[in-house]
């Protein structure tokens, strides 16, 4: 076995299905590695993660891409190395790190303990490793979230978000400035993704590498509200960068700044949401603070935005070449 040093999994039991769970457990088992399971729920991961950190020079995050991101930023304080059991329904981040998706494969990985150093992205000292993104998403997060609490089902809050999202259609009118050069656009949305993303093809969506030290950073000034309906069906054809009329850029750092007059959806009486692992909370909006979304999770930010890249921050486990 690869791990010498303490293992422990944060196996978090809101993300997939509950069957998964002792799976992981099993798994573990067959794979002869000695690690202390502790299972948690949506808040109680970072609280977890804080306790493994003690411990544990070993991490492992069992479940969606939330999960995964919280217990890496964890990881990446405390210099531990950091290792996936993908639980969620996308699971970006295995999937780019080339981490399998199955429990056996991943468990498998994790006793062989062959690590990679890969990059995180940073907004203001918060890390994430897939993207973060402000404008449209944030608000359908928001607005599902927001019809979850009051008893909508999964899928009838998300048609109601979007529906009200599309309704309002918010833009974000934002400076922005990459290098020496200063931009301002009016956008549906704002797109920030640690590494290069692809925008066409089989590969829509995912990353070539998660190594290569560069932000992608797409807006679509020109996209008008009837447009944005179809954005979703044009991402399934595979036909995103020819239909949609992105700019699009590649750097190692950008500086965003929201005008807060027709970005900010909430007054100061409002309040602004945060989500955790599937558990969503209200907290007080600060002034000079925008929602954003990051990996899925959102959060309060105060502006200026300044994003970078932290090259090679994250020890990671992967499976072995070949």
């Known amino acids: 076995m ?18 998964s769970h002792p799976d992981v457990e099993a798994a573990l088992a067959r794979a002869g590695l000695d690690a202390h399971v502790e299972r948690v729920k949506g808040a109680e991961v970072r609280e977890a993660a804080e306790r493994a950190a003690a411990s544990s020079r070993t991490m492992i995050a069992a479940g969606g891409d939330g999960t995964v991101s919280t217990v890496a930023s964890v990881a ?29 494969g991943a468990v498998a990985a994790v006793a062989a303990g062959c690590t990679r150093a890969l990059d995180v992205g940073d907004v ?50 934002v400076r922005m400035t990459i290098g020496d050069v200063h931009l301002s656009r009016r956008t549906p949305f704002v797109f920030v993704g640690n590494g290069e993303y692809r925008t066409e093809g089989l590969g829509l969506g995912t990353r070539a590498s998660v190594d290569s030290g560069r932000l992608s950073i797409f807006l679509a000034p020109e996209y008008g509200r009837f447009e944005i309906l179809t954005l979703p069906f044009r991402a399934m054809a ?11 850029f590649v750097d190692r750092a ?23 692992d599937g558990e969503f909370h209200l ?16 959060s309060n930010v105060n502006v200026p935005l300044r ?4 090259p090679k921050a994250l020890r990671t486990i992967v499976p072995e070449a070949g």
């Open 76 to 104: 990446i304080r405390v210099g531990a190395v950091f290792g996936v059991i993908p639980l969620g329904t996308l699971n970006h981040f295995a999937r780019d790190a080339g981490i399998p998706t199955n429990i056996d």
């Open 238 to 248: 595979g036909r995103l960068a020819r239909d949609v009329k992105f700019e699009a």
């Open 283 to 298: 907290t007080d909006s600060a002034e000079s603070a925008v929602m954003i979304a990051m990996d899925g999770e959102l």
């Open 124 to 173: 203001n000292g918060r890390t994430f490793l897939n993207n973060a993104s402000l404008g449209i998403y944030p608000r359908v997060v928001w607005e599902r979230e927001t019809a979850r609490c009051r008893g909508r089902g999964k899928w009838t809050a998300f048609a109601l978000a979007l529906a009200r999202t599309w309704r309002r259609y918010p833009t974000v009118m």
């Open 307 to 310: 994003f970078s890249v932290l």
């Open 2 to 19: 690869g791990q010498s040093s303490p293992v422990t999994v944060i196996m978090n039991e809101a993300s997939g299905g509950a069957a």
């Open 254 to 276: 950008v500086v965003l700044e929201p005008s807060r007059v027709p970005y900010r959806w909430f007054s100061t009486r409002d309040s602004a949401p945060s989500v955790a």
